[in-house]
C-alpha cells in the first residue's frame, strides 16, 4: 500500500520557538494533504488541507499564522508551528491522497513545548 | 450535519475472544468506508475500506460490514489477540468538488485485550 513518511516522530522545544514537521508520500503524487492534531484519548482534529501549489484550507479557530503550511510539491507537506508555548503540545498527525486513493496517514510526531 | 457515532467507546475482552464495534452515521452520500487501528502514539493504518455499494470486507481477523437502510457499520475482530489493544475508528470519505476526499470521523473505540 502507498506509504506516507513524516519526521520527526517526536520533537521536544523550548517555548517561544518555530517547529517544523515534513509529510511526504513515497510512492504516490498526492494532489491533497491534510494536517490533523490529536489529544490524548480524542479523535483526530483536522486543523488544515492543503493541495499542492495552493494556500492551505484552515478550519474553524485554527489559526493560519501560528501553523503555517507548505504544499510545495506532489511528495512533501510541511506543517511548522511558530512561536510554540506549551498549549500547542500535541500529536500532529498528517495524511496524504491522490486521485484515485483517499487517506494515507503518517505515523504522527508527538510535539512537546517546555 | 454529518455525524459519525461509535459504540462503546471503550471495551475490555479477553484474549481469544471476539468482539464488534459499531458505528452509526449519517453521512451521505459518500464515497467510501475505512475502519482504521490506531495504537497509542501512531498513525491510524487503515484495515478495510468499502465503497457505500458493498456489505461486507474481511481482512484476515477483521470483518466491517456495511448496512445502508439502517445506517450503520460494525467491526468484527474474531480471535483477539494482545497487539489489538488499539483505538478502532471509522471513517466515511464523501468527494469534495475539487476532486478529493474529505472525512468524517468517529471518536473511535477503545479496546483493551487481556491475557
Known amino acids: 500500500g502507498a506509504v506516507v513518511s513524516q519526521h520527526p516522530s517526536w520533537v521536544i522545544c523550548k517555548s517561544g520557538t518555530s517547529v517544523k514537521i515534513e509529510c511526504r508520500s513515497l510512492?504516490?503524487?498526492?494532489?491533497?494533504m491534510f494536517w490533523y492534531r490529536q489529544f490524548p484519548k480524542q479523535s483526530l482534529m483536522l486543523m488544515a488541507t492543503s493541495n499542492e501549489g495552493s494556500k492551505a484550507t484552515y478550519e474553524q479557530g485554527v489559526e493560519k499564522d501560528k501553523f503555517l503550511i507548505n504544499h510545495a510539491s506532489l511528495t512533501l507537506s510541511t506543517l511548522t508551528v511558530t512561536s510554540a508555548h506549551p498549549e500547542d503540545s500535541s500529536f500532529y498527525i498528517c495524511?496524504?491522497?491522490?486521485?484515485?486513493?483517499?487517506?494515507?496517514f503518517g505515523q504522527g510526531t508527538r510535539l512537546t513545548v517546555v | 450535519k454529518n455525524q459519525v457515532e461509535q459504540s462503546p467507546q471503550s471495551l475490555i475482552i479477553l484474549e481469544g475472544k471476539n468482539c464488534t464495534l459499531q458505528?452509526?452515521?449519517?453521512?451521505?452520500?459518500?464515497?467510501?468506508l475505512r475502519w482504521y487501528k490506531q495504537d497509542t502514539g501512531r498513525g491510524p493504518v487503515s484495515l478495510t475500506i468499502m465503497t457505500f455499494s458493498e456489505n461486507t470486507k474481511s481482512n484476515g481477523r477483521y470483518t466491517a460490514t456495511l448496512d445502508a437502510d439502517t445506517k450503520q457499520s460494525s467491526l468484527h475482530i474474531t480471535a483477539s489477540q494482545l497487539s489489538d489493544s488499539a483505538s478502532y475508528i471509522c471513517?466515511?470519505?464523501?468527494?469534495?468538488?475539487?476532486?478529493?476526499?474529505?472525512?468524517?470521523f468517529g471518536r473511535g473505540t477503545s479496546l483493551i485485550v487481556h491475557p
Open positions: 510512492d504516490f503524487q498526492a494532489t491533497t
Open positions: 495524511s496524504a491522497e491522490d486521485s484515485y486513493t483517499e487517506a494515507f
Open positions: 458505528c452509526n452515521y449519517t453521512v451521505s452520500p459518500f464515497s467510501n
Open positions: 471513517v466515511f470519505f464523501q468527494r469534495g468538488s475539487g476532486g478529493s476526499y474529505i472525512p468524517t
